[in-house]
């Protein structure tokens, strides 16, 4: 659709359609870019004919023509009239908005008179319609009353200064007191400057613990690789004797597992660290031990008891989950056995304190001697614990006996009786020979073994003090006190309340051949477990035999109503006691039991 009669001269008729940009003829086709209404200006571009070329315009007004490279702008004017003749004929004026004024525009080379409209001082808008000329508000310019307060009139503004004690505020376009300016300025400053010092403090903070976690995982690399962590791996990965689940732990899980190793997670201290009691993320509960090995040397300890019990599965040694590599002191993961250790059971300082009965004491017992019997013959080489006492016999929720603390153990060629080694060991329990020559073999276990025998029947301390003051190991003691007393002053009272006559005598003379001063004459620790499983099965047979005779009892109590019989269980086991007083006074033999019971299932 096009629209004709748009021009007063036909050099400026306009080609305005809906599709294409409007033309102007000016003897070609220019491109219109822009009508300027206010200024009375029609701005346009050469067609593509003459670019790169240069364009004269033959104009003896330069106010008509406003060139500028490829685009040229052209005034308009309205009528042939000048503005005296317009303003006479007020029908056909264009200025007919109000606030509008008429300029005249008079061309110098054909004698052409004309004029233009423009809004007045004040206004703007389009002076060729009705009400085109609007106020201008020159009052959101800030710049035009340069701090005074500034109030908008028709076509014009005022400026005025703000009151006493009063300044403006140009965000909210109006003055306001000092002191609320001042509070303002306050707490923008505050804000910024909290702001920063917020921002500057967060990046520190942020900055420090990315330098500390970078500073943390090259030492952890460093304790890694110094603590043979390349080697354990191979060798966990490699063993086909090692668990299934033995895994290397990193240190942030074990942090989390223990509450950063916090102090109320202590479980105890033991001979070569510390224990911890953590819960690993799935939910198993564990028992950390934090080693005391500070000197290279004694790494090769700590691998030393990883490699043991990665090989071990026995359900009376307690279980290894793992270990941790990337501290100084490296860190073992076990399974968390929640009711103690055997030591703190018998020695309780309270009375309140739960008390393991005899029967409790000879099962204990012959689940730690069958451990033992596991290390010294039945693992994939010969394990020598090198540590045995009763804190190092745990128990379990079902008071099982579970032999921990492998940091001493030495691993020992099948082949090979004994080995030679620095003496290590816990005092009380040490055995005499290997303390005077440094030779370790299996023997040195069962002594220190019978030294826990010696606690279950005595209940005393490894290391008592006499009458006197002095310190005395316990198997001195009970060697000494053997040679002039019976037995039965000797015991603890409850032993002697709870186990029968012929139990007592055999543990007492079990103790006393693995207490021998010479190794080679003391029991192996499988006769050991024998002779121990022996009188536990031999105490059953008993209790069944007085179950039963109570049943028969109480069905003749039934029959007869005779309610003068006084027969006991007691005098039933009574009867069943072999040793006589004199027997007790000497040592009762085993050996005799040991071929006896060597034939007894396992």
């Known amino acids: 659709m096009a629209y004709e009669g748009c021009y007063a001269r036909e050099q400026f008729y306009l080609n305005c359609t809906n599709v294409t940009s409007s033309t102007l003829l000016l ?14 200006l029609i701005k346009y571009r050469f067609p593509d004919i003459y670019l790169g070329s240069i364009v004269e315009v033959s104009s003896d007004d330069p106010g008509v023509f406003v060139y ?29 908005s109000t606030n509008s004024n008429c300029i005249p525009v008079n061309t110098t080379n054909d004698g052409y008179v ?37 109030y908008n009139t028709i076509g014009s503004y005022n400026c005025t200064e703000c009151p006493q004690k009063t300044v403006y505020d140009p965000t909210k376009l109006q003055c306001s007191s000092v002191k609320q300016q001042n509070v303002l300025v306050g707490i923008v400053i505050g804000v910024s400057s909290g702001l920063t010092v917020l921002l500057l403090s967060v990046s520190v903070i942020y900055l420090t613990r990315r330098w500390r976690r970078n500073i943390q995982k090259r030492m952890r690399r460093n304790y890694f690789r110094r603590n043979k962590g390349l080697l354990l791996e191979q060798l966990i990965l490699t063993d086909e004797n090692a668990t299934e689940k033995t895994k290397i732990f990193s240190l942030e899980e074990l942090e989390k597992a223990t509450n950063n190793f916090d102090s109320t997670r202590i479980l105890g201290r033991g001979g070569h660290g510390t224990v911890y009691k953590g819960i690993l993320s799935d939910q198993r509960v564990v028992a950390i031990k934090r080693s005391k090995i500070i000197e290279e040397g004694e790494i090769n300890q700590f691998i030393n008891e990883v490699a043991i019990l990665s090989q071990i599965n026995h359900r009376n040694i307690v279980k290894l989950f793992g270990c941790c590599l990337e501290t100084e002191v490296p860190l073992l993961v076990y399974d968390f056995i929640p009711n103690g250790s055997l030591y703190e059971i018998l020695h309780a300082e309270s009375s309140n304190e739960f008390v393991l009965s005899w029967d409790s004491c000879l099962r204990i017992a012959a ?45 020992v060629p099948i082949d090979q009786t004994h080995v030679v080694t620095n003496v290590q060991g816990t005092f009380g329990y040490l055995d005499p020979e290997y303390y005077h020559t440094g030779q370790l073999n299996d023997k040195s276990d069962v002594y220190s073994f019978g030294v826990v025998l010696l606690e279950l029947l005595l209940r005393m301390d490894p290391i008592i003090t006499t009458e006197s003051g002095l310190k005395q190991n316990l198997s001195n003691y009970f060697l000494w006190e053997m040679k002039g007393r019976p037995i039965s002053e000797i015991v603890a009272h409850q032993v002697l309340e709870e186990a029968y006559e012929e ?20 029991p192996t620790m499988k006769q050991v477990e ?10 059953v047979k008993i209790n069944e035999a007085n179950i039963g005779i109570d049943e028969e009892r109480q069905t003749l109590l039934t029959k007869t109503n005779i309610g003068s019989i006084q027969l006991s269980s007691m005098d039933f086991g009574k009867k069943h006691r072999c040793a006589s ?11 005799e039991e040991f071929l006896s019971s060597a034939g007894l299932p396992r």
């Open 503 to 522: 139990e007592i005598n055999c543990v007492a003379s079990l103790v006393e051949m693995c207490l021998r001063l010479q190794s080679d004459k003391r």
């Open 114 to 150: 004309g004029y233009q409209c423009k809004c007045s001082n004040g206004f703007k808008g389009n002076p060729y319609v009705k009400n085109g000329c609007q106020d201008i508000n020159e009052c959101k310019d800030p710049s035009k009353c340069h701090g005074m307060m500034c």
């Open 367 to 411: 689940e730690a001697a069958g451990a033992l019997c596991y290390l010294h013959s039945a693992a994939s080489v010969s394990v020598f614990h090198r540590d045995v006492k009763s804190s190092n016999i745990l128990l379990d929720s079902n008071y099982t006996a579970k032999v921990s603390d492998f940091g001493a153990s030495r691993l």
């Open 530 to 539: 024998m002779a121990l499983q022996f009188l536990r099965s031999k105490r």
């Open 68 to 96: 500028s490279g490829e685009s040229v702008s052209l005034k308009w004017v309205v009528a042939n009239l000048t503005c005296q003749d317009a303003r006479a004929n007020t029908s056909g004026y264009a200025c007919v």
């Open 581 to 591: 007083s004199q027997q007790s006074k000497k040592f009762y033999s085993l050996e």
């Open 27 to 40: 003897g070609y086709s220019y491109e219109v870019t822009e009508i300027d209404v206010e200024n009375g």
